[in-house]
């Protein structure tokens, strides 16, 4: 079936350290890409998305993602986190007019 | 950016009672309209997606006649719940995309959820 993966369940990281949230998607053709961030009990926020371009996408608080069509792979990262950054990740795809998310990766930043 | 609210942020109610859930977009015009429903710990997964002025298209395994989606106009969709029962106790979250025309790249906001409980 078409999906959207997060492979990681549950990131637990020390303040300053890289972080790296994988995301694959199944679907084939056009698509856009996306990764939300949920703070505990806040609603979805958009960190950074991809149409086309530059397959290096940079967003909102360091975030930065990059699309590799090869491999079907949208990954997430920032290099050095904080404590602040603790909150749920969601990755999410556009395909045929619907978004799709991940499961989602839940992210402790341990101060 | 552009802000989608819903209304109301949590309610309790009994068994067999429906339930009506409002999404506005505040500062455009959502070209379609997206619910959802997250359980704890889980991610969201698609409902029903609307647009205005036509019928919602429902997700598989979604029961359309107990999940009534009315998008009334540009700004406004509602989701009701009819003859609630304990396992429909969820977060509910609309989504409302703009369009190109209003400079929003097509991209989704989110409304802040609905708290759902029933007894």
């Known amino acids: 079936a078409q999906s959207v993966s997060q492979h990681n369940h549950h990131v637990i990281l020390s303040e300053a350290a890289s972080l790296e949230l994988g995301c694959n998607y199944s679907?084939?053709?056009?698509?856009?890409l996306f990764w939300y961030v949920q703070y505990p009990g806040q609603h979805l926020q958009l960190l950074l998305k991809?149409?086309?371009?530059?397959?290096l996408v940079k967003g909102i608080k360091g975030f930065e993602a990059e699309f590799i069509k090869s491999k079907f792979s949208f990954n997430l990262r920032k290099p050095s986190v904080q404590w602040s950054d603790t909150a749920e990740y969601f990755c999410?795809?556009?395909?045929?007019?619907?978004?799709?998310f991940g499961a989602g990766t839940r992210l402790t930043v341990k101060p | 950016g552009a802000v989608v609210s819903q209304h109301p942020s949590r309610v309790i109610c009994k068994s067999g009672t429906s339930v009506k859930i409002e999404c506005r977009s505040l500062?455009?015009?959502?070209?379609?309209m997206f619910w959802y429903r997250q359980f704890p710990k889980q991610s969201l997964m698609l409902m029903a997606t609307?647009?205005?002025?036509?019928?919602?298209?429902?997700e598989q395994g979604v029961e359309k006649d107990k999940f009534l989606i009315n998008h009334a106009s540009l700004t406004l969709s509602t989701l009701t719940v009819t003859s609630a029962h304990p396992e429909d106790s969820s977060f509910y979250i609309c989504?409302?995309?703009?369009?190109?025309?209003?400079?929003?790249?097509?991209?989704?906001?989110f409304g802040p959820g609905t708290r759902l409980t029933v007894l």
């Open positions: 991809y149409f086309s371009g530059d397959p």
């Open positions: 679907y084939g053709g056009t698509v856009n």
């Open positions: 500062d455009f015009q959502a070209t379609t």
């Open positions: 989504s409302a995309r703009g369009g190109w025309r209003e400079g929003l790249s097509n991209e989704q906001f």
């Open positions: 999410a795809v556009i395909v045929n007019n619907d978004m799709r």
């Open positions: 609307s647009n205005e002025g036509s019928k919602a298209t429902y």
